[in-house]
């Protein structure tokens, strides 16, 4: 995978200092870590410079605890979304250091300090009270990544007006991320005042034609303001991750 | 139906100047003429108002025009709405008076004055240009139907400032009417500004996930704005006699 | 915002007595409260002529209070919708003079006298006993709107002698709300009888090919009555308040 | 299949005038013949006792008039739905005395004279002029059948009165068929005038929310009017069939 | 509605015995009952010749109550449909002699002997056990009409050998009603087989695909088998009801 | 149905040991059990060569254990699927022998030696922990069937390098199910790297966008691997069983 | 990629035959041969045993005859599916020895005999005459992949005793292919008869609920016939293709 | 809206360089250009730093000469997306320096030099032949734009290791945008081989259960690599739009 490893395998075995089988198994046997129910990559980290991240939705609490254990003991910070508050207790019984945040869903072990990224913060949009906790899904994962969060809550285009006093928070972040339920055309609004990049989330409030979010995804992915970028419902850490990913590649822009 | 005419009926029976058995046919006999494939309701017009109007969308010429004539014969005006280029010339080349309007699709035949309706002018809103067909539509139901119509075109939430400037054109006009492709926000943003009537109207612009209409309805119906109405995608016409409806009945509120 | 008011800034500003940073500081500073969680638009009432209301569906009770509280105290009165008796009982033993509906699932404050709005009430049709939660979603929502209310329950399309039989009640009223499930139908038959604007709320009420409420509002929005106008999903709320637009824009019209 | 004629065969067997292969050929042997790219099934006109019929779309012009020949060589009555004009004017190049119905897209043969059935004619309603192709598609399947019909067309719920002024119709009819398309509203109302049997049929009429037909359907499916059966959307053949089962069975109710 | 009942009234005024507001109250007082939440149509049994049905889903138990009691007043039959059994048990409790059946869903007041209706009995299939709930639910339907039962159970098509082994059943029956989920084939076979008219019912048995039962729903309406009609999912009464207008009305046939 | 069956049945009646009424019954009457609520077949065994199964969901405990029941009398193999832990428990407490995998959600009784099936083992590949449930119910099918498995566990798309690292695995197996959740694009990598069968299962893992499975499943059928075959959502069993049909169809290809 | 080949690029390295450079690039560098548009990859045949095959659809004329070319040029056969006439006009001007064949829109180049492969043939079965088109895509793809076909045609599930009648095919057959649209009914029928893989083709054909080959599509997932599997819409070629999986894979069953 | 051009007003009209009038004028007028049809934003070029681009489709030729002679006017460039080959010769007979770009159905007119955006070029990979109209509007967007792009096509997950075989390419490329129809599983393998942002674009290529690329769509937003977002189908000009986003604003990250 990584060719200045290959190299090296190769060059050994050049030099003799390694033999064809070696070498053979060298190039199959990735740095990973097989439980039988999950095989924790230990190498992604070192690939994407990020924090192992267990999606705890249909895993039970023990396959969630054997997972954050075996990251945990190699020393990283490890991230268990959408976890309710019941398997949370069980993690945090079995294991030190779990902090929990209720309305993000997010459980966490912080066992090494986080690293910095991003010059400035990236502004965080929603459009009612009810959007809430998928912006905080994607506000403490964010904070995980080492990147600073400008919150701007409750500023639904029905009253565009707060959406404009506000207006100047834009000015000093990095990227916007907009969470919306129900028509979720707050995106369009937010995409056409910036020209920093702009993703959108949509949520699954509302009832009837909001479709559990659909009704926002299909607006924010026809948004008349150009080059917005959507994920998936209720998905406040993938907006996080997508905004890590511009961040940490700011040296390529 | 019609209580008095019940009354004046029965009336005559008691007065003994008619019979049972013409009193059983008048209570029957409403005044619609029968075409074979179409009744022609000429009580229509008395009970709600407003000019016969023939939809066109799968009818065949010839029996747009029957039903046309029939109408046409009695004095009133006709309005023929989503007729196609070739079947407005057909009824064009049958019928005397027939003004065909290519954009909104519709065919009309004025043969007496239209009675002005409503004291202040409707506000027509469409986000872009590829709304106009469907605005056009409204705002000539609107013409025929006695009511003013005031403008404000290609409005979209993308450039919100747009519409902001141009909001003083609602002080002056009795509901908006707001068209709106794509992601549909328009009325919200409308709806959150001024307190006059709403009515939304969902177009088939736009691609991929605008879902020929159904996302801009979805988005309409579930707007954040309260107290916004919609109609039928497309559906320009139905939209104008809506707003009919409610300046017909201003004597009521 | 508001001309005058941007006027009278730049008249002082002229005059002296304001200098420029008061005035771009006025400018900005629109009169909202921030919750942090939510914003409290205190101008929405001066703008729209009606009392904050707080959609309690995805809030907590705290949320829930915390707006209420704060709402109350400017003297106003508050409407809270789709709140369950859970929430209900705890917004009770919070705040003062709560009253609480259970079928409209509706919870009130009332601090001071309701103005009437409208001369004759609102005609309030459903279809069936199961449609009742919505309509009287939308009954509570016009009282503290200040509207009157004419209920017309249980005539479905399937006995149309039922709503023939109290069609008299349409002349003394200047709206029709009509509220139905399953096939949704009723609008229809009422818009054909009336001339006055005719508001159509869908209910999740059926099953099967009911479609929670898809099926009916589908039928409401391809009636072939014209100009009826459509809510979406259980949304009385909304067809009261789409009301109250009408009648408070009536010296336009 | 046939009892008797399996018995028959068995008792050939042990009469010793069939041996046990030809029995066995016998048993498996069904009268059908086999085209290549179709089975005409002689026996179902036995088993079912109605006319071989043809759904044309999706075949060729010469599958058509292959299977054509093949049935009208045994005497028998064709009927070839859904053809367009062009394959049926090859139709009628080929074989004799085949006649078209344009607006029903039926083609037919008729070489014997077709037997009566039913009593009482079938009501046969339509919402709209829009609808008749597919009412007309029900008729000639029902004169093919042998069944009377008596039309009432243009008679939908937005003029509900419309439909009460010729309600006497069916006090002399066995079934109600209902075609309608948009809203789908009529077979509701119908349902509840009358307690003969009502068979609904969607049609592709209306835009938007009519969804081509599936919010008549599912109207139809979720009326209130209890008892009400439906057919696939423009099928008036499958109507005119399924009046056909109950008329041929009338020996049994 | 009643022409004769109009000519008496007609004739009464005539005759000098009815003055003109009492014909005129005459001809608009239709004999139902308004309880406020729901409106008994005592006259229903008179046009259709079936008992009063509750469709329970979606009401309370004091409203279930209500209705049935103001039914049973009158001496009728009453029969409740889906109505859960803590629902049923707070209606044992309050009227006498109800009976409920649990695996129907349905409760019964019988306080006069059904009439027979039908010469002989229906035929009512069902595809697999689980669909045994909606089955029964037509079945107990039928028992309340009148109408005789013969159960066919657990003949899917996947054993089309088993339906084939019980076919003789058929002869001796008038109607078959077939119930069927997951891909619902069953009509199709059944239609295949048999001369008489089919009434299919799609249940929401099946996972994943299934679709809660719009699967069997979409495949018994395209069914290539002639002249099946189909009820809405799960709706084993309303196909009771269906095969009693056919029976109802053997007289037309 | 068995050709030599019938033809013994034939030759018993040409030699006079048989009567035509019994041979009339011996070919109407096939081996299968009536129980009421279902019909146990077991002429199934003989014909496709595998233990009878209960498919659980739907049917009450009493019904599991009466067919259960019926079908261990005979000695058969039973094999209960879709069984919760509740239901599971009621049915060891009546029958002898009964094992609960919680897990794959099934319940088995052995009574006879499973015959090994297949001279290689299915690899079962699935892309994450979420997915075992499924993947489990398909292993402990295969069991049941006599067919060998291998596990290749956890190696989503979006770590294609885990998949490569074990893709040897494929080198020994005969048929590739291949189980994914999600987005569902795990068999499409699969299919590009092996040439032997790969049967594909979508789960009903991930939220919003993931439709329940439906993105999996459409995922799947459009894959760009050409000759993928799919299985209904979540249905492992169905999996296993199709791969038995390869297996024991082996003399074949 | 393949184990042996990497080994003995490290052996040479080892045995200094080739140096770093060289053995990293050999590792990388794949037989495929980059057109621009397309990547042709030679290297498939020799993994799966196959033609390289051109999906048409979408692909300009063009384009296809460069791929065709190039991978002509290596003298493999080709095979273009999903080509209409026109484009397999303009590759038949462009290329030689290329075959059109109409119905089943596939166009061929056979420069290499074709190696038969299993030794039964597969049972191509069809519901009915529409389905045609997708059946013979089926049967052109098996002849190219050397398969031989036994076609069972117009066999649908509403005559089942056709099915029944022609059963002795499938004793004959490896794998049954069974191509339906409509309702979608004869794999479960096929499925219930047989024990051999059931590979089951939903087609387009149909109209209204038969949602373009959606129904057939849920039915075939739904069936209640154990293990079968399922292909895209009208993908006649993916289930040849994956027929041929299973027969080359025979020695491992 | 611009802070710093409100202080230049406010401070004028403190100096006594403007009136009331004036100011409140200025404040309100912002440089658009109203066609009547269509508002030129002459502003957005200064707030966003892009050209104008004018979407064609829905508009007519008149339209889109009118809306570009206006931008040409002022010397900015012009980009015309989805516009089709006869309305493009339209525009090109009207204006000058226009250039039609076939495959991706885009005009330009190019009057000033393009500034270069970005230090690296953005990876442009599409899955298939097929999808290349989509990615060809991406790259000439991009290209108007000011950025680079390198092309990595034909590279579906089917023959994942064509994907491998080019990954080196990630390496100098700032941004991936993905490009994929059909089951649209190429963003998971690009996500997770990959840390730079990664954009996809669904296009409607692909049949059946492709659903005109909502099958795509819906497996991008539930795609197992984290931090992918995701456009509209077919957008290729909104992924480039959001790149640009990205790289335009790098010096806040």
Same mark, same amino acid.
């Given at each position: 995978?990584?060719?200045? %490893? ?7 075995? *050049? ?15 990735? /740095? ?7 095989? +924790? ?45 019941? %398997?949370?207790?069980?993690? *945090? ?13 997010? =459980?966490?072990?912080?066992?090494? /300090?986080?690293? /910095?990224?991003?010059?400035? /913060? ?6 009612? $009270? ?18 600073? @969060?400008?919150? !701007? ?15 100047? +928070? ?5 990227? =916007? ?12 609004? @937010?995409?056409?005042? @910036?020209?920093?990049?702009? !993703?959108? +989330?949509? $949520? ?7 479709? %559990?979010?659909? $009704? ?12 917005? $970028? ?13 905004? =890590?990913?511009?961040?940490?590649? =700011?040296?390529?822009?």
């Amino acid at each position: 995978m990584d060719p200045d %490893k290959i190299r090296g395998i190769l060059e050994s075995l *050049q030099a003799g200092s390694t033999d064809v089988d070696d070498a053979l198994a060298a190039l199959r046997n990735l /740095p990973f870590q097989d439980l039988g129910y999950a095989v +924790v990559d230990h190498h992604r980290a070192l690939r994407q410079g990020v924090p192992e991240v267990i999606f705890s939705e249909g895993k039970s609490a023990e396959q969630i605890i054997g997972i954050a254990r075996e990251i945990a003991r190699t020393g990283q910070n490890v991230l268990m979304t959408r976890i309710d508050a019941v %398997k949370a207790a069980a993690v *945090q019984d079995a294991l030190e250091n779990v902090r929990y945040h209720a309305m993000a869903r997010i =459980a966490t072990i912080e066992q090494r /300090p986080i690293t /910095p990224l991003g010059k400035q /913060p990236v502004a965080l949009c929603c459009a009612g $009270t009810s959007d809430m906790p998928v912006a905080e899904e994607c506000a403490e994962t964010l904070r995980m990544l080492g990147v600073g @969060v400008e919150r !701007i809550y409750d500023v639904g285009v029905a009253g565009v007006h707060r959406l404009l006093a506000r207006r100047g +928070v834009f000015d000093r972040c990095s990227i =916007a991320v907009v969470v919306a339920g129900m028509e979720g055309a707050l995106p369009s609004a @937010v995409g056409g005042l @910036v020209s920093i990049p702009v !993703i959108a +989330v949509p $949520t699954s409030v509302g009832y009837g034609a909001a479709l %559990k979010g659909f $009704t926002a995804l299909a607006c924010m992915l026809t948004s008349c303001a150009s080059g917005i $970028t959507v994920c998936n419902i209720d998905n406040g850490f993938g907006a996080a991750f997508a905004a =890590a990913r511009i961040l940490k590649s =700011a040296d390529r822009f």
